[in-house]
C-alpha cells in the first residue's frame, strides 16, 4: 500500500511496510511514538519539493476544491504507474475519486486511513530527510498566509459586504437628511414662515434659500433656475408681507451653511444610489428584477450575505424583517404577520389589501429561487428573474380580475360566458289539496298509531280514548261560539244602560212627579184598610 500525503513544503509518497499492524486502529498510535518505530511501519518512496510559495499556493487551493494539480499529475504518473497493482491512501475521499477517474487508480479512504495520516504527521520531520524543521515551518507560515489572503480576496461574501455597507449608508443619509432639512425649515421658517407652506420640495427649498438668504432679496432677485414662473411670482409676493421676525445675517449665514451641507448630501446620496443599483445589477441581476435594488439589498444585508440568503426557505423570505411581530404573534397566539421587507416591492404594493398576503407569498417563492440562481449559478443574465415575474403578475392580474379567467393550459383564454334565456314558470292553484275535514291533532295520530300496534285486550280502552278526544274536540268547536255570544250580550247590555241615562237626562221632572203621586195612591189605601179592619 502506498500513502499519498501533502505537506507544505511539498507531496511525499510513502510505502507501507507492515500492513497487519494498520489493522488495529486503536493501538496504531503507539506505532508514532518515536520515529524508529514511525521508520518501521512506513518509508518515504519519493518527494516532490515546491519550488516557491505561489506553487505551493496552487497546490493547496487545488485539493482544497479537490481537482489535481499538474505537479501531482506528474508525480502520480511516474511513481505511482509503476505500482499499479497497490492500493493508494488518500486523506480526502473527494481528492481518491478524482484521481480513480482520471488515473484509473484504486485508492482507499478509511477510518484506518486517517489514523495512519495523523501518526505520519506526529513524525513528519524523522520520516521526510533533507528538510529542516526550520524550513519546514518557514513554509507552513507562508502557505497560510498566502492562503488567507487568497480566499480573502476571491470570497463571495467580501463582495456581497460592499452592498450592505451601501444600503447601511443610504439609510443613514435618509434620516440625516430628514433631520437636516426638518431643522433647516423649523429655523428659516421664523424669518419667513410662508415660504414652506409655497415650497414643498425639500431639496428646492434648501436651494432658494441658499440663493437669495434674506427675504428681502426675494423681490430683486432671479429664481427662474430654481423655480417655475408662477411659484416665483408667489414667493415674491409672499415676501413682500411676511409675518416673519427679523434675523441677523450671522443667523443668515448658518442657515445658508446648513442649506450646503443638505444639499451635499443629496446629490452623495444620488450618486450612492446609482452604484448600489449597478452593484446590484452585476451580483444578484435576477434578484433586482424581481424586487428592486433597494428591497434586494435590504434582503441581502438582513441575512448577512446573498449565499445565507439563498439558504433561507421561501417561508423565512417572506417574513424577513419582522421577526418581532412573529415571535409576539406566537406568544400572544395569533396571526403572524404576512410580510416583511418584501412588502415594500412594487408587485405587492400594487396589489389590493385583500391580495397581499397571497401576492406577498407567491413573490417570496420566485424570489427564493431568483436568489439561489444567483447565488450558486455561473449565469450573469436576467432572463430567469424577468420570466418568474411575468408569472407573478399574470397571477395578480388573476386575482384582480376576480376569477374571469378560466384555468387552462395557457392561462390566457377567458372564460366562456354562456348566453342569458329567461325562463319563467307560471304557477297554478290545485284545489285538489283543499279539504273540509277538521285536522286531526297529534294526539289523536298517536292514539290511532297505538290502536293498530295493540292487540285485541286493548281495544276497550282504545274506543274510551276515542270518545274522549271526540268531546275534546267538540269543546273546541263550541268554545269560539260561546264567546260571540257572550260579546253580543254585552253590546246590548252597554246599548241598553246608554239609551236609560238619556232617557234621565231629558225628563227629569216627569219622572219625579210620578213617583209621588204613585206614593200618595198607596197611603190613602193604607188609610182606607185601617177603619175596616176595626
Known amino acids: 500500500m502506498l500513502v499519498l500525503f501533502e ?8 510505502k507501507v ?3 497487519k499492524k494498520l489493522q488495529e486502529i486503536d493501538s496504531l498510535w503507539k506505532e508514532f511514538e518515536t520515529p524508529e518505530k514511525a521508520n518501521k511501519v512506513v518509508k518515504l518512496k519519493h518527494f516532490e519539493k515546491f519550488q516557491d510559495t505561489t506553487e505551493a499556493l496552487a497546490a493547496s487551493t487545488a485539493l482544497v476544491e479537490g481537482k489535481i494539480s499538474k505537479n501531482l499529475k506528474k508525480i502520480l504518473k511516474k511513481i505511482v504507474a509503476k505500482d499499479a497493482h497497490e492500493q493508494l491512501a488518500v486523506a480526502d475521499a473527494k ?4 484521481i480513480k477517474e482520471k488515473l484509473n487508480l484504486s485508492c482507499i479512504h478509511s477510518p484506518m486511513v486517517t489514523e495512519l ?3 505520519i504527521r506526529s513524525q513528519v520531520e524523522g520520516l521526510i530527510t533533507g528538510l529542516p524543521s526550520r524550513e519546514m515551518a518557514a513554509m507552513c507560515l507562508g502557505l497560510a498566509h498566502s492562503l488567507s489572503r487568497y480566499k480573502l480576496k476571491f470570497s463571495p461574501d467580501k463582495v456581497d459586504t460592499m452592498i450592505v455597507q451601501a444600503i447601511s449608508l443610504l439609510d443613514d443619509l435618509d434620516k440625516e437628511l430628514n433631520n437636516y432639512i426638518m431643522r433647516c425649515r423649523e429655523w ?4 419667513f414662515p410662508e415660504l414652506g407652506k409655497i415650497i414643498t420640495d425639500n431639496l428646492t427649498y434648501c436651494k432658494c434659500v441658499r440663493k437669495i438668504g434674506d427675504r428681502k432679496n426675494f423681490s430683486c432677485s432671479d429664481l427662474s433656475e430654481v423655480l417655475p414662473e408662477e411659484v416665483e411670482e408667489e414667493v415674491k409676493a409672499a415676501a413682500e408681507i411676511s409675518m416673519g421676525t427679523e434675523v441677523s445675517e450671522e443667523d443668515i449665514s448658518n442657515i445658508q451653511h446648513l442649506c450646503d451641507q443638505v444639499i451635499e448630501i443629496s446629490d452623495y446620496r444620488a450618486q450612492l444610489y446609482d452604484y448600489l443599483k449597478n452593484r446590484m445589477m452585476a451580483i444578484a441581476p435576477n434578484l433586482t428584477v424581481m424586487v428592486g435594488e433597494l428591497v434586494g439589498a435590504r434582503l441581502i444585508a438582513h441575512a448577512g450575505s446573498l449565499l445565507n440568503l439563498a439558504k433561507h426557505p421561501a417561508s423565512t423570505v417572506q417574513i424577513l424583517g419582522a421577526e418581532k411581530a412573529l415571535f409576539r404573534a406566537l406568544k400572544t397566539k395569533r396571526d403572524t404577520p404576512k410580510f416583511g421587507l418584501i412588502y ?4 405587492v404594493g400594487q396589489t389590493t389589501a385583500k391580495n397581499k398576503g397571497k401576492i406577498s407569498r407567491m413573490l417570496a417563492a420566485k424570489t427564493a429561487l431568483t436568489i439561489r440562481y444567483d447565488a450558486l449559478g455561473d449565469s450573469t443574465s436576467a432572463e430567469m428573474g424577468a420570466e418568474n415575474r411575468l408569472k407573478v403578475e399574470t397571477r395578480l392580474r388573476h386575482l384582480e380580475e376576480k376569477g ?3 384555468i387552462s393550459g395557457t392561462g390566457k383564454a377567458l372564460a366562456r360566458a354562456d348566453k342569458y334565456q329567461h325562463k319563467s314558470e307560471v304557477k297554478t292553484y290545485d284545489p285538489s289539496g283543499d279539504s273540509t275535514l277538521p285536522l286531526v291533532p297529534g294526539k289523536r295520530k298517536h292514539e290511532v298509531e297505538e290502536e293498530e300496534t295493540a292487540g285485541p285486550g286493548k281495544a276497550k280502552k282504545a274506543k274510551i280514548v276515542e270518545i274522549k278526544v271526540e268531546e275534546e274536540e267538540e269543546q273546541e268547536q263550541e268554545e269560539p261560539v ?3 255570544k257572550k260579546k253580543k250580550e254585552k253590546k246590548q247590555k252597554a246599548q241598553e244602560d246608554a239609551t236609560w241615562m238619556e232617557e234621565e237626562k231629558e225628563e227629569p221632572s216627569t219622572s219625579v212627579a210620578a213617583e209621588t203621586t204613585e206614593k200618595k195612591k198607596k197611603k190613602k189605601k193604607k188609610i182606607k184598610e185601617e177603619p175596616e179592619d176595626d
Do not use: N
Open 7 to 14: 505537506t507544505a513544503a511539498g507531496y511525499a509518497i510513502f
Open 17 to 19: 511496510l507492515d500492513e
Open 95 to 98: 481528492l481518491g475519486g478524482v
Open 117 to 119: 495520516m495523523r501518526g
Open 188 to 191: 428659516y421658517g421664523w424669518h
Open 344 to 347: 415594500h416591492a412594487s408587485l
Open 404 to 406: 374571469i379567467r378560466r
Open 482 to 484: 260561546k264567546r260571540k
